[in-house]
């Protein structure tokens, strides 16, 4: 085939309408994804593939820690502001589920960290514990496979790594799955119904349903099948706990998840999902937890890929204090109104709400400082500290993606046309017990003017392969 015929193939192969029903307003009728596809996948060297497999562990390792800091925090044993940080917003139901004993060890157990290639190597910007595509990666990954690609994770690395997760979840060979998909998450449903058919070919009783359609009883949770009423081992939630007083039946879920009558995952614990765990991770103080909980090697692997990050917190510093590592010509931040009139060159910052709002995914919420004239600077900056009580926001290095080139098909001119963008690596992982497996990688390669990257409609999404002879 050539390059034409390969975009044609995998186009064929997708579903028709496509499984993610977001913008699709703005893609060609031909076309079945809403984004474009490349001939290729996307490249990776072996030693970039090693780099991929081993960063898995370091990140189950960072959530065990992260789960730990948070606990010793509410018990006295760590800084009481701590758990403060990560309970800020959120009303009393939701920090009641963070500190319940029957959820006290349970992790999410899919990981997947929006990772740059960078000129000082990869860097990772945030973790998400509740990742969209897990299905649309996966069908991408057969049907580049088909072209005998050698897709990272293999043809079916997204779908057994998932099944073996919900497997040892249950306990059990073929448990029943629902994977309870919100009204919010809707653009996903797609790709969820599609998912969850795979995992019937692999064996698992698994459910796209809304959240209405689960069916409570006091022995457990239901979905009606082909075969009647079944009850349900695993709830894959993918419904985001900020949402949870516009979810049908959502305290009945969680009800049945605390008297153990179904697994809940990712499990009801909002703390585990805020981007100020970065933040918290490079403060000075609670250098001594990190090194003793993550290990020499992992502590070191990690500070080497997550960029130094701040909690805007707008209460006044003391006069002899400062703002860790953060400085401006050469001077230590004492408030955070100095970044306010600071250059263009000096805005190199991201600024982003860090969780438990509608504004902490899909990109929304975020502002990149040199992206911005200096008035639109400012009121980010005063809007973020302003939302401190009912939104954190953080501060982040902004760190640029290297540049790439990759050809896609154009439906317009129906032909293969070549694009100058910048990656966004999405490795997806997959946890069970104490291990870790690397299901796919997602690239999103957004256009290289573009400086927020993520999944939109003009990108190019495809897997990542290894490039054979290095």
């Not at 192969?13 to 060609?28: A, K």
């Not at 990776?44 to 992260?66: I, M, N, T, V």
């Not at 948070?70 to 920090?95: F, H």
């Not at 009204?183 to 209405?212: F, G, I, T």
């Amino acid at each position: 085939m050539d390059n034409k015929e390969k975009c044609l193939f995998i186009n064929s192969q997708i579903p028709e309408g496509g499984l993610f029903t977001g913008e699709r307003r703005e893609v060609h009728p031909e076309s079945h994804t809403a984004s474009r596809i490349s001939p290729e996948p996307f490249w990776l060297s072996p030693e970039e593939l090693e780099w991929f497999e081993e960063l898995g562990a370091h990140l189950l390792r960072f959530y065990q820690a992260s789960n730990l800091l948070y606990s010793q925090s509410t018990r006295g044993v760590q800084p009481a502001w701590v758990a403060a940080y990560l309970d800020c917003g959120k009303p009393e139901t939701v920090i009641q589920y963070n500190r319940m004993n029957r959820f006290k060890s349970q992790l999410p157990q899919v990981i997947r960290p929006d990772t740059l290639p960078t000129e000082d190597g990869m860097i990772i910007t945030e973790l998400d514990s509740i990742p969209g595509f897990i299905g649309f990666t996966g069908c991408l990954a057969m049907q580049y496979a088909k072209l005998d690609y050698d897709v990272v994770g293999g043809s079916n690395g997204m779908i057994l790594g998932f099944a073996e997760m919900i497997r040892s979840l249950a306990k059990r060979e073929s448990p029943t799955l629902a994977i309870v998909v919100s009204d919010e998450s809707a653009d996903y449903w797609d790709e969820m119904q599609w998912l969850a058919s795979v995992l019937r070919d692999a064996c698992l009783n698994a459910h796209a349903v809304k959240p209405k359609d689960v069916i409570f009883t006091e022995e457990g949770l239901f979905v009606e099948s082909a075969h009647g009423k079944v009850q349900i081992d695993v709830l894959y939630r993918f419904f985001e706990l900020f949402d949870l007083k516009n979810i049908p039946k959502a305290e009945l879920m969680l009800y049945s998840a605390k008297k153990r009558t179904v697994v809940m995952t990712p499990p009801p614990k909002a703390h585990l999902e805020e981007k100020l765990l970065f933040a918290l991770f490079h403060h000075p103080t609670l250098l001594p937890f990190w090194r003793r909980e993550l290990g020499k090697k992992t502590y070191a692997f990690l500070q080497n890929v997550i960029p130094q990050t701040w909690i805007l917190d707008p209460h006044p510093l003391p006069p002899h204090a400062v703002i860790p590592n953060l400085e401006i010509n050469g001077l230590p931040v004492t408030d955070w109104r100095q970044i306010i009139p600071i250059t263009q060159r000096q805005r190199e910052l991201v600024i982003k709400p860090s969780g438990f709002s509608e504004l902490a995914w899909g990109s929304r919420g975020v502002a990149i400082g040199h992206d911005l004239p200096a008035e639109e600077w400012g009121d980010a900056v005063e809007n973020a500290l302003a939302s401190f009580n009912h939104t954190p926001y953080i501060l982040q290095k902004f760190h640029k993606a290297n540049r790439v080139r990759m050809n896609y098909y154009d439906f317009e001119l129906g032909d293969v046309r070549s694009m100058p963008g910048r990656p966004l690596l999405r490795p997806y992982y997959f946890a069970t017990k104490d291990k870790v497996r690397l299901g796919g990688i997602q690239a999103a390669v957004c256009p290289a003017d573009k400086k927020i990257l993520h999944g939109m409609v003009d990108s190019i999404i495809v897997p990542a392969a290894l490039r054979v002879g290095g």
